[in-house]
């Protein structure tokens, strides 16, 4: 939901600057019954504070003299760039210009039009004023895609069903929009395809071989590290996924597999409740 004022913001910033394409605010958490939760917004400024009008086509200049993604650049001023439709505001061209390319994702909307407005160059307006109210509930679709990492069947059948959505629209911007360079999306492509991989779930079926991993996408991951889109533990995931990606694929070796995980994630979680004992 909109604050009273979220529109007159967003008309005041695209009337005041000519070449903005792209503007997005922050937002306050509230939970089923509209009551504010207290807890920080989805997207902030890391840098120069609020609001800020950033340059993508000055951008571009450092992406190449850093060697890094310009959606990695930009997500580093403000986290959450891409997070919510209800807080983003966009030029209707931006959007059109890549209609064929929408029509093919099923989720991540507010991704793709980051990285559409990206493409075009222009400018980004970022503001921590909160002129979205964002509410939290267990019916919520990010809440399956990367929360419910455990609970019911039917929990998992969810998040699965959000990776899959996942991996493709990923696929499809990081590839697409992107250039196929590295960049964020591509790097968590690969590491929603490892999460996959870890569902007991037998409804899944033996895995097609786009929703598996191979070694190539474990020197993806390298890479990905190299440019500060993933960090070591990633890196170390997606490379034991990959290397048991042949016995994941099939709903025996998810669950024989995903057992053992459960087994050392409870011995890891006991060891850490005495130690803190021992402590006390």
């Not at 019911?152 to 969810?158: S, V, Y």
């Not at 590290?225 to 694929?249: R, W």
């Amino acid at each position: 939901m909109y604050v009273n004022n979220r529109l007159e913001e967003v008309y005041k910033a695209f009337t005041s600057f000519k070449r903005l394409v792209y503007f997005h605010n922050s937002q306050t958490i509230i939970d089923d019954n509209g009551s504010v939760l207290e807890r920080p917004p989805l997207s902030r400024n890391l840098v120069g504070g609020s609001p800020i009008v950033i340059d993508v086509d000055k951008l571009r200049e450092l992406v190449k003299r850093y060697n890094v993604s310009v959606v990695d650049l930009v997500l580093k001023i403000r986290v959450g760039a891409d997070s919510n439709n209800g807080s983003v505001a966009v030029r209707r061209h931006i959007v059109e210009s890549h209609a064929q390319l929408l029509k093919r994702l099923p989720a991540s909307i507010d991704s793709f039009v980051l990285v559409s407005s990206l493409k075009a160059g222009g400018l980004m307006y970022f503001t921590d004023e909160r002129l979205t109210f964002y509410r939290v509930h267990r019916e919520n679709w990010s809440y399956y895609a990367h929360r419910a990492r455990s609970g019911g069947n039917e929990t998992r059948l969810k998040r699965a069903r959000a990776l899959i959505q996942v991996i493709k629209t990923f696929g499809l911007i990081g590839s697409m929009l992107l250039d196929g360079n590295i960049n964020r999306y591509l790097c968590l492509e690969r590491l929603n395809k490892g999460a996959i991989l870890l569902l007991p779930l037998p409804e899944l079926g033996t895995l097609p071989p786009e929703l598996r991993l191979s070694l190539s996408d474990a020197k993806l991951a390298l890479r990905c590290y190299k440019v500060g889109a993933e960090d070591l533990v990633d890196v170390v995931f997606v490379t034991g996924s990959a290397l048991l990606s042949p016995l994941l694929a099939s709903p025996r070796g998810r669950l024989v597999i995903g057992k053992i995980v459960e087994g050392i994630v409870e011995v890891l979680t006991t060891k850490r409740a005495l130690r803190r004992g021992s402590l006390v």
